[in-house]
């Protein structure tokens, strides 16, 4: 039995159902249909008939009749309408007028249990729940000047004594019971839907910033959120590595395109895994070129310690690894000093850096070694209490001239 009222209520919550209807429409005209069709059964299946018994039988009529209407009305809208929206709009003009000639009838305000309050329910609040706040607001304008002709007409009215006193008050206290229970119930599921919307506001919002603090720095994404001016700093002390395969050229030869992209992710990631480690900075990849800075957009007094830190580990974990059964191996250049940071463009924008301390440290890694970690004095002097360090003489570096290296062996007493 409740298998069979169920398959019923659902089935009446799918009339005037098209494909093109969203979830949330088709959720809107299931509780419409739902709600006026077991309120419409109540008007010719109790109201009416009492009215009726009790000797009310113009009004008691009415209410059968209206009652009637709208349930075939409700379960048969394609054949009777031919469209939802049409369906709505003549039983809105219908029931109106409807409520007005029972409050006529029945003698005025009490006597017809406040039917004239019904009107808020339908067509206002139908419209408010099916197509929004603009044709709610025309209906309820068309409903509040019934109630006042309702009202005006009532003096003029002779009331019914056929009624027990009771009923006419119990009437009146479903009317209100009614429309308060519908306006709730409403609001209630625009609260929720509001809430619903809200959490999925927040979701996308959080992974929008997930997604551009991916790309840039926690400080520089709040600053781009909420400000459009030009983002550019100057650090006077700052350290850039950057890292490069060996051979990758004749690697890439002989690789398929996604071998080749999983080769380089799975390495990347863990160097990401490490950069994260120790607080520092990832500002690009580059083809098969890793670039890192410390230092920036935080100043830190450690920043070339941190980062020959950083560099010992990419080393070693490149050392003992195997990729795709591919043994790689990197240059690693580090450089340290002043440079300029920023964001350009202001689409598919990075946070970058700019300078003779980000050229030199470039030049550190192309002219190094692999397996080698290569740093410039710079660097060497920020770092050499701390690790140990072989000189490496005198390189020359187009537009630096010679420059004095060393190779960064490992961790003082290590």
């Known amino acids: 039995m409740k298998s069979k009222i169920y398959g019923a209520i659902q089935w009446l919550a799918r009339q005037g159902v098209s494909r093109d209807d969203t979830e949330d429409q088709r959720t809107r005209k299931g509780i419409f249909n739902v709600a006026v069709f077991f309120a419409s059964s109540i008007y010719f299946v109790i109201i009416g008939p009492l009215y009726m018994w009790l000797g009310e039988t113009l009004a008691g009529l009415e209410y059968v009749l209206v009652g009637l209407v709208f349930c075939l009305s409700i379960a048969f809208v394609q054949p009777l309408w031919g469209s939802y929206d049409r369906f709505i709009s003549v039983i809105s003009w219908m029931f109106l007028p409807a409520c007005l000639l029972a409050?006529?009838?029945?003698?005025?305000?009490?006597e017809s249990g406040g039917i004239l309050l019904w009107g808020l329910g339908h067509p206002v609040v139908t419209n408010l729940l099916l197509y929004g706040s603009r044709p709610a607001i025309r209906w309820f304008a068309l409903f509040f000047l019934n109630l006042l002709i309702g009202t005006a007409l009532s003096p003029f009215l002779n009331p019914t004594h056929k009624l027990p006193p009771v009923m006419m008050y119990a009437m009146f206290a479903m009317s209100v019971g009614f429309i308060s229970f519908a306006i709730t119930a409403v609001l209630a599921y625009f609260l929720a839907r509001l809430e619903d919307a809200h959490r999925l506001v927040r979701g996308e919002q959080e992974k929008a910033d997930n997604l551009l603090l991916n790309i840039l720095p926690r400080e520089i994404a709040a600053i781009l959120k909420n400000d459009q001016r030009t983002i550019a700093d100057s650090f006077e002390g700052a350290s850039i590595l950057f890292a490069d395969v060996v051979n990758f050229t004749p690697?890439?030869?002989k690789?398929?395109?996604?071998?080749?992209?999983?080769?380089?992710?799975?390495?990347?990631s863990q160097f990401d895994v490490l950069v994260e480690k120790y607080g520092l900075e990832k500002i690009k990849t580059i083809g098969?070129?890793?670039?890192?800075a410390a230092g920036v957009p935080r100043p830190r007094t450690d920043h070339a310690v941190l980062l020959t830190q950083l560099a010992l580990e990419m080393r070693d974990f490149i050392q003992r690894s195997e990729f795709s059964g591919h043994r790689l191996s990197f240059r690693i250049g580090i450089n340290s000093g002043p440079v300029v940071a920023g964001v350009i463009g202001r689409k598919k924008f990075i946070y970058d850096l700019w300078g003779d301390a980000v050229n030199t440290a470039s030049r550190m890694e192309s002219h190094g070694q692999a397996g080698v970690i290569q740093i410039t004095r710079n660097t060497y002097e920020l770092i050499k209490d701390g690790f140990t360090c072989e000189p490496h003489g005198t390189i020359h570096v187009k537009g630096k001239g010679d420059m004095d290296v060393w190779f960064v062996v490992?961790?003082?007493?290590g």
Not at 288 to 292: A, I, Q
């Open 251 to 253: 690697l890439s030869a």
């Open 288 to 292: 098969d070129c890793y670039m890192v």
């Open 103 to 110: 409050h006529i009838l029945l003698g005025g305000f009490v």
């Open 255 to 268: 690789m398929r395109p996604v071998e080749l992209v999983d080769l380089l992710n799975e390495v990347f």
């Open 410 to 413: 490992g961790r003082a007493g």
